[in-house]
């Protein structure tokens, strides 16, 4: 062929673009492919050079972002072909601005897109196709999004993937999940495993990267192994996970609300606007919502402690100071051989304007047998006397208790602005800072000041109660059985952050005597006077 006659030759490219997988199994490219070879045959000027297709690729990506798009558009540059066959525009793209970079392209190469629908695609027929695709992306997005809300609401299943311990079970308008009791591993099924799992992050105080190395110690597949699933790589489901147990699929799995029976859609979304939609369904559930929450401590905790340096201190990141609101810190005296709670904001400090809290330290032997005396005593008898004598002594002044805590701390706070400010004055002055960071510090002291301010004058004579809940009966129940078996110093630790919500130390008065506000999780608050260390302070000895 001359070179004339290879200029005049009408060589073809085609491209086929379907978005899903549901599409992908349904075929769909096929029609496409179809199409275009029926044009094709109908043409006797036209040669084909090649066919290019990608599967399960969404539109929304650019072209020279797609596994085959990407070939095509190198072939395109080094001249291989001169017109570009589509089903139509909406295959090439479905965002206005990718497409009228491909015309531009297309164009300084010299090549024809001809569509099956909308025919040769030039000048302002390309620019008018495109915003009709764009308009009808946005018109599908809104559309789509308008039914997953209302399947949302309605608790149907939405599409994704099944988490772990559940089945689809119907299809289209009347799919919704349920348990899932088919066997995983052994001889446990998928909801067994999850259960195991919030076990051990409440019950044993496992953190997730332990439970990973159990889970793949045990063999234990993971839910995309056993549902021969396989991982997205750029768009495209293609390969296949190692199945390997990791700490974050642990913790993403433990934070879903639908395992105590909340479905909720769009709430992995990274849009602003996105709401978040929640339905209840109790039959769901597959922990107590009792059991949900104290795996959501366990994670929050283990987010701000470390691992144990070899001793175990029972109250470890439950006691806080009333007076600054840092954690009291634990650490053992060698030469007495006791241990002690120190204020943070005592060992620290809070920085160079607002110098070191003034709280008093906490003897560990004192304290510590006042708790575990009333959690072992929960646990045996959860009707105890002592329960009852608990909740009593605070019938009439709990609220009175929550309030005076609640103005203290305020109070602390009004005192601790007032000596950063005149902190701050002494460091301008001496020339510490310069007179644009004075004012700004001073500013920003007036700003918390009048915060504080507010919420001092809004406090009330009295405060509302907020209701006890019941602890789970089984959750109560294994925790007896471990009690009566004998526990580690660190299962006990476990079972304190489990049972106490936290215990906040207060220094009042001229005499800094020192008083803890223990918050228990199965009963109402209970106020301690803190002895001394010489121990002449009047306080509740463990029964």
């Given at each position: 062929m001359t070179i004339e006659a290879q200029k005049a030759a009408r060589i073809v490219a085609t491209y086929e673009r379907v978005s899903s997988e549901d599409q992908r199994e349904r075929d769909t490219i096929r029609t496409q492919q179809d199409e275009l070879a029926r044009r094709l045959e109908s043409d006797p000027s036209a040669v084909l050079f090649k066919r290019y297709a990608d599967n399960g690729v969404t539109g929304t990506r650019p072209l020279a972002d797609r596994p085959s798009g990407k070939q095509l558009l190198r072939d395109a540059e080094s001249h291989l072909f001169n017109e570009l066959w589509i089903y139509n525009l909406?295959?090439?793209?479905?965002?206005?601005?990718?497409?009228l970079v491909l015309q531009q392209r297309f164009k300084s190469l010299g090549i024809k897109v001809i569509s099956l629908q909308e025919g040769e695609l030039t000048g302002i027929g390309f620019d008018i196709h495109a915003i009709l695709a764009d308009y009808d992306r946005e018109y599908f997005l809104n559309l789509s999004a308008d039914g997953m809300n209302r399947a949302a609401r309605e608790g149907r299943y939405t599409g994704g993937i099944v988490p772990l311990g559940y089945k689809v079970v119907g299809q289209k308008q009347t799919a919704h999940l349920e348990p899932s009791t088919e066997t995983m591993w052994a001889d446990l099924s998928e909801a067994d495993v999850v259960r195991r799992l919030y076990n051990h992050l409440t019950l044993d105080g496992w953190s997730c990267v332990r439970i990973a190395k159990e889970f793949n110690g045990l063999g234990l597949p993971t839910d995309y192994i056993h549902d021969n699933r396989e991982v997205e790589i750029k768009g495209?489901?293609?390969?296949?996970?190692q199945g390997v147990w990791r700490s974050g699929h642990i913790r993403n799995l433990v934070v879903n609300p639908i395992y105590k029976g909340v479905l909720q859609y769009g709430r992995r979304s990274d849009k602003p606007d996105r709401e978040v939609i929640s339905k209840t369904i109790p039959s769901l559930a597959l922990v107590s919502e009792e059991v949900w929450n104290a795996a959501q401590e366990t994670l929050k905790r283990n987010r701000t402690i470390g691992p144990s340096a070899g001793r175990v201190y029972l109250l470890k990141s439950v006691?806080?100071?009333g007076n600054c609101g840092l954690t009291y810190v634990a650490s053992w005296n060698e030469n007495r051989n006791q241990v002690w709670y120190r204020c943070n904001g005592h060992l620290t400090g809070r920085g160079p304007t607002e110098g070191r809290c003034t709280a008093k330290d906490v003897k560990g032997d004192y304290l510590e047998p006042v708790v575990w005396t009333d959690i072992d005593t929960f646990l045996r008898d959860p009707g105890s006397d002592l329960i009852k004598e608990l909740a009593g002594e605070q019938e009439d002044n709990t609220?009175?208790?929550?309030?005076?805590?609640?103005r203290i701390t305020l109070e602390k706070a009004m005192e601790q602005l007032?000596?950063?400010?005149?902190?701050?004055?002494?460091l301008g002055t001496r020339g510490r800072i310069t007179d644009a960071e004075l004012d700004e510090l001073l500013d920003e002291i007036t700003r918390k000041k009048a915060v504080v301010q507010e919420k001092l004058q809004a406090l009330q004579p009295e405060v509302e109660e907020e209701p006890i809940k019941q602890l789970d009966e089984d959750l109560v129940t294994e925790l007896r059985k471990r009690l009566d078996a004998g526990l580690t110093p660190l299962q006990k630790q476990e079972i304190v952050r489990l049972l106490v919500k936290k215990i906040t130390i207060y220094t009042e008065g001229a005499e800094r005597k020192r008083r803890a506000l223990i918050e228990y999780r199965f009963t109402k608050p209970a106020s301690v006077a803190v002895p001394t260390s010489t121990g002449r302070d009047s306080w509740r000895p463990p029964a």
């Amino acid at each position: 062929m001359t070179i004339e006659a290879q200029k005049a030759a009408r060589i073809v490219a085609t491209y086929e673009r379907v978005s899903s997988e549901d599409q992908r199994e349904r075929d769909t490219i096929r029609t496409q492919q179809d199409e275009l070879a029926r044009r094709l045959e109908s043409d006797p000027s036209a040669v084909l050079f090649k066919r290019y297709a990608d599967n399960g690729v969404t539109g929304t990506r650019p072209l020279a972002d797609r596994p085959s798009g990407k070939q095509l558009l190198r072939d395109a540059e080094s001249h291989l072909f001169n017109e570009l066959w589509i089903y139509n525009l909406k295959r090439l793209g479905r965002k206005k601005i990718d497409l009228l970079v491909l015309q531009q392209r297309f164009k300084s190469l010299g090549i024809k897109v001809i569509s099956l629908q909308e025919g040769e695609l030039t000048g302002i027929g390309f620019d008018i196709h495109a915003i009709l695709a764009d308009y009808d992306r946005e018109y599908f997005l809104n559309l789509s999004a308008d039914g997953m809300n209302r399947a949302a609401r309605e608790g149907r299943y939405t599409g994704g993937i099944v988490p772990l311990g559940y089945k689809v079970v119907g299809q289209k308008q009347t799919a919704h999940l349920e348990p899932s009791t088919e066997t995983m591993w052994a001889d446990l099924s998928e909801a067994d495993v999850v259960r195991r799992l919030y076990n051990h992050l409440t019950l044993d105080g496992w953190s997730c990267v332990r439970i990973a190395k159990e889970f793949n110690g045990l063999g234990l597949p993971t839910d995309y192994i056993h549902d021969n699933r396989e991982v997205e790589i750029k768009g495209q489901r293609k390969k296949h996970t190692q199945g390997v147990w990791r700490s974050g699929h642990i913790r993403n799995l433990v934070v879903n609300p639908i395992y105590k029976g909340v479905l909720q859609y769009g709430r992995r979304s990274d849009k602003p606007d996105r709401e978040v939609i929640s339905k209840t369904i109790p039959s769901l559930a597959l922990v107590s919502e009792e059991v949900w929450n104290a795996a959501q401590e366990t994670l929050k905790r283990n987010r701000t402690i470390g691992p144990s340096a070899g001793r175990v201190y029972l109250l470890k990141s439950v006691i806080k100071c009333g007076n600054c609101g840092l954690t009291y810190v634990a650490s053992w005296n060698e030469n007495r051989n006791q241990v002690w709670y120190r204020c943070n904001g005592h060992l620290t400090g809070r920085g160079p304007t607002e110098g070191r809290c003034t709280a008093k330290d906490v003897k560990g032997d004192y304290l510590e047998p006042v708790v575990w005396t009333d959690i072992d005593t929960f646990l045996r008898d959860p009707g105890s006397d002592l329960i009852k004598e608990l909740a009593g002594e605070q019938e009439d002044n709990t609220s009175a208790l929550v309030q005076e805590a609640e103005r203290i701390t305020l109070e602390k706070a009004m005192e601790q602005l007032a000596a950063r400010r005149k902190n701050a004055i002494n460091l301008g002055t001496r020339g510490r800072i310069t007179d644009a960071e004075l004012d700004e510090l001073l500013d920003e002291i007036t700003r918390k000041k009048a915060v504080v301010q507010e919420k001092l004058q809004a406090l009330q004579p009295e405060v509302e109660e907020e209701p006890i809940k019941q602890l789970d009966e089984d959750l109560v129940t294994e925790l007896r059985k471990r009690l009566d078996a004998g526990l580690t110093p660190l299962q006990k630790q476990e079972i304190v952050r489990l049972l106490v919500k936290k215990i906040t130390i207060y220094t009042e008065g001229a005499e800094r005597k020192r008083r803890a506000l223990i918050e228990y999780r199965f009963t109402k608050p209970a106020s301690v006077a803190v002895p001394t260390s010489t121990g002449r302070d009047s306080w509740r000895p463990p029964a």
